[in-house]
């Protein structure tokens, strides 16, 4: 992501926290767009009591997360946090939903037994490929008859093979008092916005993009975290505060009414406002209509310049000059001092990375420029024969993104049926595509 940003004019990230780090390395001009959550999916269920009275959760105070069972998901220090404040609040008749699969990552049930939290306060989801139905109760194991149907030994938590649809999603939200996300870091965790949409007060690790989610503004409040190092990567990852977990906890359900409402109505207008499909989609519509229209047919791939990773820089040049010198005559490119690309260099310098770095850095970018853009032209590529519109869906990597584009490719046809489509990707991928009929 740092190389590349030097050669890309319009460089979006997903979280503030990205945006923040990227400027302190010179880069100016990248800018937050927030992923894109279906708003209208996830809302406050009208029959909200209705539905706790029927999963048996009635009066109690649900505490809720809703995640993948994997390591950086903070489920030790989640049951931590749950065990002090319930120790410390026996009136909130307090229960924590998990709606996650119990075979993988964190062995839960050893995790309450070792911390000896009752199992009955520990609800989790159970889903029925039977019958597509699902129920709430404690951990019971993997593999138990359907409580819905009674088809024997089908039932298993929530998992990526057998789930909840989305409007099953939106009832078990709505089950929750609170939710409750502790994560080691992430680019955007779903279930956040999620919850905020169906109005609920969201508490969030205070790191990485969990900084846009616990804000008053954002109808949240923070968790504390301590920082620690990925072994091998030595990436920075967050430890949520147990303490954190608790005193927010607590704070929420001593909230007066009024104030809570206000939060959780914020909740959902945040995510609105900044993640709804209208929302980031109308941002990209008037940034592409906004972009200057290109003429194609005049461009001459001939007259574009060959790189030259064989050029030898004149190491006598001050490192800004030597820098402008490699730029112009490595990639063809005429820079100064004010260039984007020009600063990330100057700051790599004062990072440590030597000349040396630096000049096979851009002698492998020219080489790879020279294979990319010297070969077979785009219009000897194209059928001009044939009177009609053509749209070109260009997906280079990778094989899972290339074959879900088939559906998108799909709609696209739909849309423009009388439009060729050109599907643009890596040859590795072709096979994956040979058989889509909607492609030209």
Known sequence: SIESAPAI??????????????????FDHVKTVRGIVESAHFFKHPKKEALREKYKVGDNFVIGFVFRNQLRKSVPNLLDGFKVFITENPKANAK?????????????????DEKKIDNDLVLTTYFCPACDQYEIK?????????????MPKVSHTTNIKHGVSEAQLNEIYNL?????????????????QEAKLTELVTLVTNYSCGEDSCTPESGGLPLEWAEYREPGTQFIKASTSSTSIAEQLKKVY??????????????????????????????????????????WSTIDLTKIEKRNPEYVSKEELSNSEWLIDIYS????????????????WMNEFNNGRSREQIENYFKQTAKKENKDLFKKSLKEQIDFDRDTTRIAYVMPDHSEDVLMSTSVVASLKRLYKDSDIYFFTKREHFGLIDECPDIY
């Open 254 to 295: 001593n909230m007066k009414p009024e104030d809570r409402q206000a939060l959780e109505t914020q909740a959902r207008q945040f995510v609105i406002d900044n993640y709804s499909t209208a929302t980031v989609g109308s941002f990209f519509e008037k940034c592409f209509d906004e972009m200057p229209l290109i003429d």
């Open 9 to 26: 004019k319009n460089y979006f990230v997903w979280a503030s926290f990205a945006e923040k780090e990227m400027k302190k390395m010179g």
């Open 96 to 112: 924590l939903l998990l709606h996650t699969h119990w075979g993988e990552g964190w062995d839960i049930k050893r995790l309450l």
């Open 176 to 192: 929750m008092n609170v939710y409750c996300h502790p994560f080691t870091s992430g680019g955007q965790e779903i279930p956040v």
């Open 138 to 150: 404690p951990f019971e194991g993997n593999g138990i008859d359907c409580g819905n149907c009674s």
């Open 329 to 344: 005559n490595i990639l063809k490119m005429e820079v100064d001092s004010s260039d984007q690309g020009h600063k990330y």
